[in-house]
């Protein structure tokens, strides 16, 4: 059996024999080290095979060995340390004297832990069972599973090695064909991923010698790769150089810290207002306006702009830097007809102001002698209505009350007093 068990990207083995068995380690140099005594497999049994696989998701490779004439055992990579301990009792083998002359294993049910099958020396009968060991899965770590899909080299992409990288540690797997004793696999690479929620990296080498690398992928689920249809770029709507047309995340995300365009979100018409954005070096600056004019900045990251529309305005703003890194950023404004100061309230007072959002009083003074009612309306800053009252019968020094249907809320509104043709807003504040 082959497996990496200590993380040091070479495949190590693993060798049974009738009244012992061998882990030898791959020493990267083209010989091996025979490292049975010091790794705690120097046990006498008649063993038939191994197999390498990460029972419980530690992010290390355990060993399953079956043997004939003794209880088959389950060895516990440590992690860290690379050295392995007895832990049939504790997974349950204690009492699986089978004559098993080999196991595979795979994600049977599908909850991200590797089960394990054991296959019988001697033909199946009522004496003589495989068995199906369901891994129960209590550590809580989280793990990766990848489905590789051949094109151009095999369907089952036998012969590809995966390398999973996360936090400087380094697990491989080799996706093999014809493992054990008369056994295979799974063709799922199953890694543990211990605590963690992110793999750092997955490169996956295929048998035709093309090359693919993915950057950032969350745990906990399992990813079917087919070689050569990856698009590799940037897939977060969110980040700058977002690429729709890519289906894997190469890691090349870029994001633009700001608070957006800062300026005057109710300004008074025909009166210049200056709107800023933060300076960022290697960018260009596109600004866009609706309801208004741009009177200069054009191109930088500040301009001067005089709003010449009582309704609605919109100032918009395109940036553009390096690496396709591109966003939009917007602001819309409520325009007034003149500066709050200015809209004096020579025919009105309101109170309290700041409101509680439940009522408003109003007085009315120098009222003259229009044949028009007065209409008093209260708006949100996006223009609707949100109350509306209609007097004909004035006075001056009148004390009206405006109820609200249901209570405003926080935020600052307009409070529009009509006449015929005449018009005055003022403001008020609901804390």
Not at 18 to 38: V, Y
Not at 306 to 328: H, K
Request: hydrophobic share 35%; proline share 2%; glycine share 10%.
């Amino acid at each position: 059996s082959v497996g990496d068990y200590d993380n040091d990207g070479w495949l190590d083995l693993f060798t049974s024999d009738i009244d012992s068995c061998k882990l030898l380690r791959n020493m990267g140099n083209g010989t091996f080290e025979d490292r049975t005594l010091e790794e705690g497999l120097d046990f006498e049994a008649f063993t038939w095979s191994g197999l390498f696989m990460d029972a419980d998701n530690d992010m290390d490779l355990d060993l399953h060995i079956s043997t004939y004439g003794s209880h088959n055992r389950f060895m516990e990579n440590i992690s860290g340390a690379a050295s392995f301990v007895d832990a049939s009792t504790a997974w349950g083998f204690q009492f699986d004297f089978d004559d098993e002359a080999s196991g595979a294993f795979g994600d049977v049910n599908g909850d991200g832990h590797p089960d394990f099958s054991s296959i019988e020396q001697y033909a199946p009968d009522i004496d003589n069972r495989h068995s199906l060991w369901i891994n129960q899965g209590t550590t809580g770590n989280h793990f990766l599973k990848f489905r590789l899909v051949g094109t151009t080299s095999n369907r089952m992409a036998v012969g590809s090695v995966i390398r999973v990288y996360t936090d400087g540690i380094q697990q491989m797997r080799r996706v093999g064909c014809g493992e054990n004793f008369a056994s295979q696999n799974s063709y799922v690479q199953h890694f543990g991923m211990a605590s963690y929620s992110v793999a750092d990296s997955i490169h996956i080498l295929w048998p035709d010698g093309l090359d693919t690398t993915l950057y950032d992928i969350a745990v906990d689920q399992t990813l079917t790769l087919i070689e050569g249809n990856e698009v590799f770029g940037c897939t977060d709507p969110e980040a700058c150089n977002y690429e729709p047309e890519s289906t894997w995340d190469d890691g090349s995300c870029q994001y633009i810290e700001t608070s957006g365009i800062q300026g005057d979100t109710m300004p008074t018409i025909e009166q210049v207002y200056i709107y800023t954005f933060d300076l960022l070096e290697g960018f260009d600056y596109l600004w866009e306006i609706a309801g208004g004019d741009i009177l200069s900045g054009q191109g930088t990251h500040e301009v001067e702009v005089v709003w010449n529309s009582s309704e609605t305005g919109l100032l918009t703003l395109t940036i553009s830097g390096p690496d396709s890194c591109m966003a939009q950023y917007s602001l819309v404004t409520q325009n007034v007809l003149s500066s709050l100061e200015d809209q004096v309230v020579w025919n009105f007072r309101i109170y309290p102001n700041p409101s509680d959002g439940h009522e408003l009083f109003m007085v009315f003074s120098r009222i003259g002698g229009s044949e028009y009612p007065i209409g008093i309306e209260i708006l949100d800053t996006s223009g609707r209505v949100m109350a509306e009252q209609i007097l004909t019968k004035k006075s001056n020094n009148q004390l009206t009350r405006i109820e609200f249907d249901q209570k405003l809320q926080q935020g600052i509104y307009i409070v529009r007093y009509s006449e015929g043709d005449y018009m005055n807003y003022s403001k008020v504040v609901v804390d």
